[in-house]
């Protein structure tokens, strides 16, 4: 099954991470000098990928890539799929092949998976604290320069929803576009007169709400405002644009948040701070 993502060049993800790690154009680099000097080439490893921890499974096919590009004839069993939830001691994926090459590819793998699925299993804890079907936990920009497209990714198998996947795909004016352009209205009216058809607006007063919606705001951000407060601006918005609950949300307060009424709750720590799971990969001599 091929694994692609709109935007995600894997292949070249899987290259650029293999020459860091090798030190490709370095003086000396090039070469993953522990497994040349202690492993014959001929050496042949199986392996199992598995769980110490109760995880929410995201990267796997991104691990398989990582292994294919050093070893093109390994054999590669996924146990498990992405978005899958595993209990602790649950094997992930059964590998083997050339041992040089595993060894090698190894720590990219892991890393890969470890993150991602930290990531997805912080977000299915979420999603459960919520416990709202009517109600969308979104993700943020907030997200590791070069690892976006694999971190979102990795919050959909988690059962979360992505917000922009970057400064082109939605106009969010916020508080410094304001002070620039002097008022909430003005500055959204310059993105109305700029052709950009979907324009969030954070507004963290609720008086600000009925300026941003008749300068033509399409969505509203809800910005550090508590559960009253919050019921209060959905009931003066009344269901004209979609609403979304954003600021310092914990997994202790996104219920009331949710219970709110908003269409959307956002957090950005589903990115910016998910723990890495804890994964392990034993190898076996053959």
């Known amino acids: 099954m091929v694994f692609e993502l709109p935007g995600f060049d894997l292949d070249r993800f899987v290259r ?10 370095l003086p000396g680099g090039g070469r993953d000098v522990t497994s040349e000097s202690v492993i014959p080439t001929d050496a042949r490893f199986s392996g199992v990928m598995d769980s110490r921890d109760a995880i929410v499974v995201a990267g796997l096919p991104v691990a398989e890539a990582f292994f294919r590009a050093l070893d093109a004839d390994i054999a590669l069993e996924r146990l498990v799929e992405d978005g899958d939830e595993v209990a602790p001691g649950t094997d992930l994926m059964r590998i083997e092949g050339n041992a040089r090459a595993m060894l090698t590819a190894e720590r990219a793998a892991l890393n ?12 299915r804890s979420y999603v459960r604290a919520m416990d709202n079907s009517a109600c969308t936990l979104l993700d943020t920009r907030k997200t590791i320069p ?10 959909r198998m988690g059962g979360g929803s992505n917000h922009r996947m970057g400064l082109w795909d939605a106009a969010m004016i916020k508080d410094n576009h304001v002070l620039v352009a002097g008022s909430v209205a003005e500055a959204v009216r310059r993105a109305v007169d700029a052709g950009v058809r979907e324009i969030i607006c954070e507004v963290d ?17 809800l910005d550090n405002m508590e559960p009253p407060t919050l019921r209060e601006a959905v009931a003066l918005v009344a269901g004209r644009v979609p609403t979304e609950a954003s600021g310092g949300i914990t997994l202790e307060t996104i219920a009331a948040k949710a219970a709110t009424g908003v269409d959307y709750v956002s957090v950005g720590r589903l990115t910016q701070s998910a723990p890495a799971a804890d994964i392990g990969l034993d190898f076996t001599a053959l």
Not at 16 to 25: K, N, P, V
Not at 112 to 123: D, E, K, P, R
Not at 146 to 155: D, H
């Open 205 to 221: 007063r609720i008086d600000q709400i009925e300026p941003a919606l008749a300068a033509g705001a399409t969505r509203l951000l």
């Open 146 to 155: 070069g690892l976006r497209m694999l971190e979102k990714y990795a919050v």
């Open 112 to 123: 890969t998976v470890q993150h991602l699925s930290g990531i997805a299993t912080l977000v």
């Open 16 to 25: 650029d991470t293999l020459a860091e790690d090798l030190g490709e154009g």
